[in-house]
């Protein structure tokens, strides 16, 4: 019984330390791109738990994810981005990945559309800010450990992203503990 109680701690204690706290604030569901304009990607990141580099693509379902950049410094808060020339459409992502291993995502966008060709972007505004609040309203204060937009809808996909993880854990800790009873752990 000793053995289990080991792996659910390190399994548990993984999950818990490899969630992240990126979250995407433009584009999103509220804002669209247009292709072959410049924008700009902007970002909050957790200091403690977010990585200091990461690599940006753009996906949409059933295709190729496009790389934007590569080895992007998370405190930030923002790149711009030259919009490539793809198809016309809401349903795409922007995902911040790994480096290392673009399997392992650290944040996905709300779906946002991308407009054709002759069109220009729509333009990021900030949420509005409390007068007691001390951040600069102009720019994603890149170590907001709250990481809270206008709407709360990225917060949802945070969210939704650790219940993941830890039901995940939970199916593994259960196959553990079948394994292990049947082994006599």
Same mark, same amino acid.
């Given at each position: +019984?000793?053995?289990?109680?080991?792996?659910?701690?390190?399994?548990?204690?993984?999950? @818990?330390?490899?969630?992240?706290?990126?979250?995407?604030?433009?584009?999103?569901?509220?804002?669209?791109?247009?292709?072959?304009?410049?924008?700009?990607?902007?970002?909050?990141?957790?200091?403690?738990?977010?990585?200091?580099?990461?690599?940006?693509?753009?996906?949409?379902?059933?295709?190729?994810?496009?790389?934007?950049?590569?080895?992007?410094?998370?405190?930030?808060? +923002?790149?711009?981005?030259?919009?490539?020339?793809?198809?016309?459409?809401?349903?795409?992502? %922007?995902?911040? @990945?790994? %480096?290392?291993?673009?399997?392992?995502?650290?944040?996905?966008?709300?779906?946002?559309?991308?407009?054709?060709?002759?069109?220009?972007?729509? @333009?990021?505004?900030?949420?509005?800010?409390?007068?007691?609040?001390?951040?600069?309203?102009?720019?994603?204060?890149?170590?907001?450990?709250?990481?809270?937009?206008?709407?709360?809808?990225?917060?949802?996909?945070?969210?939704?992203?650790?219940?993941?993880?830890?039901? +995940?854990?939970?199916? @593994?800790?259960?196959?553990?503990?079948?394994?292990?009873?049947?082994?006599?752990?």
């Amino acid at each position: +019984m000793h053995t289990f109680s080991t792996l659910a701690v390190l399994l548990l204690t993984y999950i @818990v330390a490899s969630t992240s706290a990126f979250t995407i604030v433009y584009p999103s569901s509220k804002y669209y791109v247009a292709a072959n304009t410049t924008c700009y990607i902007r970002w909050t990141y957790n200091a403690s738990s977010d990585p200091d580099h990461f690599s940006i693509e753009l996906e949409y379902p059933n295709e190729p994810p496009y790389a934007i950049a590569t080895t992007v410094n998370s405190s930030l808060g +923002m790149i711009n981005w030259t919009v490539q020339e793809v198809p016309p459409r809401p349903g795409y992502d %922007i995902v911040f @990945v790994n %480096i290392g291993d673009i399997n392992q995502r650290y944040a996905t966008s709300e779906k946002f559309e991308i407009k054709g060709l002759g069109n220009s972007s729509s @333009v990021y505004q900030p949420p509005s800010t409390a007068s007691t609040d001390n951040t600069n309203s102009s720019a994603p204060d890149s170590k907001n450990s709250t990481n809270k937009t206008s709407d709360g809808s990225s917060l949802s996909t945070n969210a939704r992203s650790l219940f993941y993880s830890y039901q +995940m854990a939970l199916i @593994v800790i259960g196959v553990v503990s079948f394994v292990g009873y049947f082994n006599g752990f």
